[in-house]
């Protein structure tokens, strides 16, 4: 049963352009979360979604950030215009189910995005 | 607002020695309590997860207790290798979708 993918590994994107980030779940999970890790910072959570529906994007930039998860296919981090502070590890985890069940969250190895 | 803080952020020990690191929350009204370990370049790599109707959670070498009035967790490592040098991370579960993680504990084992 693989785990939490994410790709790419590492994606170097010039200022204004777009990055895309993926995380296929784990099989059998339906709750996907973003986090963010700035370097020497801890995760900041950003945005959880279920099949085609965002549950909460509390913690995400309300401009040039997105995300979705279509009912087939990954989940999807879109960063529109990057620009320098946009450089940190992008990180997906999934669970069984979400919100207060005591299913624990199983993390991808992350996106580096550098913008230059 | 749930706040986790962790303490020390770093820790440097010789091979062999038992350690404890801490973590405490603000709010005590949480479901359970995870531990990960991330490893420099990597993602998270859970290692326990302390149900909040439990006192304490076991897995090899790992002992994590959790005393939910106090709003602390301890994760207690015995005979520490230089394999367990790591970043420790604690969190607490998505209550309102907004996951809260520790900063997180660097720990070096020197062989």
């Known amino acids: 049963n693989a785990g939490v993918m994410q790709n790419p590994r590492h994606l170097v994107r010039r200022r204004g352009q777009e990055a895309r980030l993926r995380c296929s779940p784990m099989k059998g999970h339906s709750h996907v979360y973003w986090y963010r890790q700035l370097p020497e910072e801890g995760l900041k959570f950003m945005v959880y979604l279920q099949k085609e529906n965002i549950i909460d994007e509390s913690g995400m930039p309300k401009e040039r950030f997105s995300a979705e998860f279509p009912k087939e296919g990954p989940s999807i981090l879109r960063i529109q215009q990057v620009v320098r502070g946009d450089s940190a590890a992008y990180f997906c985890?999934?669970?069984?189910?979400?919100?207060?069940?005591?299913?624990?969250?199983?993390f991808g190895n992350g996106t580096r995005l550098t913008v230059t | 607002k749930q706040e986790v803080t962790q303490i020390p952020a770093a820790l440097s020990v010789p091979e062999g020695e038992n350690l404890v690191l801490n973590c405490s929350f603000t709010d005590s009204a949480i479901y359970n309590l995870q531990w990960f370990r991330q490893d420099p370049g990597k993602g998270l790599t859970s290692l326990l997860l302390?149900?909040?109707?439990?006192r304490e959670q076991t897995s090899g070498r790992l002992n994590a207790s959790l005393d939910k009035s106090s709003g602390r967790s301890t994760l207690y490592i015995a005979a520490s290798q230089p394999g367990d040098s790591a970043t420790y991370l604690c969190?607490?579960?998505?209550?309102?979708?907004?996951?809260?993680f520790g900063a997180g504990t660097r720990l070096t084992v020197k062989p």
């Open positions: 302390i149900q909040s109707s439990q």
């Open positions: 985890a999934s669970s069984v189910t979400g919100g207060a069940d005591n299913s624990p969250l199983h």
């Open positions: 969190a607490v579960p998505p209550v309102n979708n907004d996951m809260r």
